[in-house]
Every structure is written in structure tokens, then in C-alpha cells.
């Protein structure tokens, strides 16, 4: 008669098991988690009086913000006897969380490739393409830039000045990179519309209507 081999389970296959098993439940647990966090909703109230459209932009916001409880606004303008401009509204979310810049500030005129390589703050957007708005648009997925005349003749400087008006995310947005582009286009667009209003320029912006 011969001898019946039995193979018993290895102890490495109960732990792997028991590891994934482990895993599976941790990342199930976070989903859901996640899925069921209440989202913050943005009124038209709540967003920057230095922002054009309130209604319009509190829809695009609560579509594509990266989800958050809360969201908190915060907004600065500035604008003195001398010509100088600043206009800004930060969007954060849960514990302080920077996620979207709107800014608008003046500097002296100069080549737009030049104004490109120094004044677009720093993202990982991907490659930038560029659209017809001001002098010059810059986009990608997380920033959008246009550089808009301002002044003929700064009153200090007496030289034309420009302002760099930029939509920019620190969290990537709710959306392909195709929308996120078109979105951030939209934002600065319309923020440099406004900003370019506000600050009293006598120049035509360029901006598409």
C-alpha cells in the first residue's frame, strides 16, 4: 500500500492572507469613509466681493474644489494714490488647507515671454499651452495667467505698467485636465475683467468679452 502525502498550508500563506485580508478592510473602510463626508456648500455670500459673478463662480466651486467640510474666503484689494494694485481672494478648506488663489497685482511692462518665466508661480500643471487674453494667456492643470495692460504712465515710475492676474490651485481640481485648464482660463479671465476695473486702468485690457 503506499503512502498517502499530505501538504499542510504554509504559515507564510496564513500571514499574506491575513495581511491583504487586513488591507482590503482598511482601504474599504477609508472609501467609504470618504464617500459619505459631508461636503461643504458654497453660497454666493461666501465668496470674495472682489470676484465678479458670485452666483456663477459659487457653482463652479462647489463642482470642482477638492471636497472639504467647510471652505473659508479671504480677501485683500489694494489700491493706493501712486498706482499700485493688489487684488487677491484665497480659498481654503479643512484646517487652514490653501486650495485656490485668485490674484491680480501690477508690475512694469516688459516682453511677455519674460513676464512667463518670472511672474507664473510654480506648479506641477504639466506642460503650459497658451490662449488669446491680454498680451499673452499661460495655462495648465493648475494654473491659469494672463498678462493684461494696465497704465500708459505709472505716476511714479512714468512707465506703462501691466498687471499679472492668475487662477491658481494647490489642490488639483475635481476635474480632467482638459476642464481643470478651462476652469482656471475662466476664473482668471473673469478676475482680471474685474481687477483691471477696479484698479482704474486707462489702457484696453485685451480680454475677450
Not at 74 to 84: A, H, M, N, R
Request: proline share 5%; with cysteine; hydrophobic share 40%.
Amino acid at each position: 500500500m503506499s503512502e498517502l502525502s499530505v501538504r499542510r498550508p504554509s504559515r507564510k500563506r496564513f500571514v499574506y492572507g491575513g495581511v491583504a485580508a487586513v488591507a482590503a478592510v482598511a482601504l474599504l473602510l477609508a472609501y467609504l469613509l470618504g464617500a459619505f463626508e459631508e461636503r461643504g456648500d458654497i453660497q454666493a455670500d461666501d465668496v470674495c466681493r472682489n470676484v465678479p459673478d458670485r452666483q456663477r463662480v459659487t457653482e463652479t466651486f462647489n463642482s470642482v474644489l477638492p471636497r472639504a467640510a467647510t471652505y473659508h474666503f479671504e480677501e485683500e484689494q489694494v489700491l493706493t494714490p501712486d498706482s499700485y494694485f493688489m487684488s487677491r481672494c484665497d480659498v481654503t478648506g479643512d484646517d487652514d488647507d490653501l486650495l485656490l488663489t485668485l490674484n491680480a497685482k501690477l508690475g512694469s511692462d516688459r516682453p511677455w515671454r519674460e513676464w512667463a518665466d518670472s511672474e507664473i508661480p510654480p506648479n506641477s500643471g504639466g506642460d503650459r499651452t497658451y490662449f488669446n487674453a491680454g498680451v499673452k494667456g499661460v495655462s495648465n492643470a493648475e494654473v491659469a495667467a494672463i498678462w493684461v495692460p494696465c497704465y500708459a504712465s505709472e505716476k511714479a515710475s512714468k512707465q506703462p505698467w501691466n498687471m499679472t492676474v492668475f487662477a491658481l490651485v494647490h489642490k488639483r481640481l475635481k476635474a480632467s485636465d482638459k476642464e481643470a485648464r478651462q476652469t482656471l482660463i475662466d476664473l482668471a479671465t473673469d478676475f482680471a475683467r474685474q481687477a483691471h476695473k477696479d484698479a482704474k486702468c486707462d489702457l484696453p485690457s485685451r480680454l475677450p468679452n
